[in-house]
């Protein structure tokens, strides 16, 4: 099946720091969804990404659809402790496909 | 609030007992999830539901068994089959297929601990 290798695994950054994640596929996607995991609770969508290239951001986060379509970079901004949990990204090779890979996740810790 | 709902939020069971978990939404959403989460991986697809009465296996379906019967709900039964059942178990959602790329919303999740 489709891999989606999510690196780092964890990470952990001072408050006020910026944080880079990513996520790599051996098969090209057509979506790439970032997701935030706080303990006990599901995932929620932070940002969605549908075409190459495409760069969006929400608030503090910016994530990029890469040009390859097999990778996605999410990147936050002066960290804050709220900042915390695990983040997870997940793709779809084609709008039509019912299955969304996940990645392993990245767990930020925030030092304060 | 339009949402996801999963209940129990911790569900003790004892082995070879099997057990329901709980999703309904009222997103009106067509399609709808289980995922099983485990310490250290990522989400994975147990079945997966695009209509009404219709449900597909996903890439871990054994041990598990669904209904949908109705819009709103998609039930989730551990069997005692399921050799390994301890996990954290997401419902999810989204709207029809003809919201093509539309994102999963999640529920909060049941803790299911099997002893």
């Known amino acids: 099946g489709q891999q989606l290798n999510q690196s780092p695994q964890s990470m952990f950054i001072q408050e006020g720091e910026d944080v880079s994640m990513n996520c790599t596929s051996s098969?090209?996607?057509?979506?790439w969804l970032w997701y935030k995991q706080e303990p006990g609770e599901g995932p929620v969508l932070l940002i969605a990404l549908y075409k190459a290239g495409e760069l969006t951001s929400n608030g503090r986060l910016t994530a990029q659809f890469g040009i390859t379509r097999k990778d996605s970079f999410l990147n936050i901004s002066a960290s804050i402790p709220s900042d915390v949990g695990i983040y997870f990204c997940a793709g779809r090779t084609n709008f039509g496909n019912e299955k969304l890979t996940f990645g392993t996740g990245t767990r930020l810790t925030i030092i304060p | 609030d339009g949402g996801i709902t999963q209940s129990p939020k911790y569900l003790f069971r004892k082995e070879g007992q099997n057990v329901t978990l709980s999703c309904e939404q009222n997103?009106?959403?067509?399609?709808m999830y289980w995922y099983r989460q485990d310490p250290g991986q990522g989400l994975r697809l147990i079945y997966y539901?695009?209509?009404?009465?219709?449900?597909q296996k996903g890439d871990i379906a054994e041990g598990y068994s669904v209904s949908r019967e109705k819009k709103e709900s998609f039930p989730l039964t551990v069997t005692s089959a399921q050799k390994n059942p301890t996990a954290f178990y997401l419902c999810?959602?989204?709207?029809?297929?003809?919201?093509?790329?539309?994102?999963?919303?999640f529920g909060n999740g049941t803790r299911l601990t099997v002893t």
């Open positions: 539901s695009q209509i009404v009465n219709d449900f």
């Open positions: 098969s090209i996607f057509n979506t």
């Open positions: 997103l009106n959403h067509d399609a």
């Open positions: 999810a959602s989204r709207p029809h297929l003809s919201s093509l790329g539309s994102p999963l919303h």
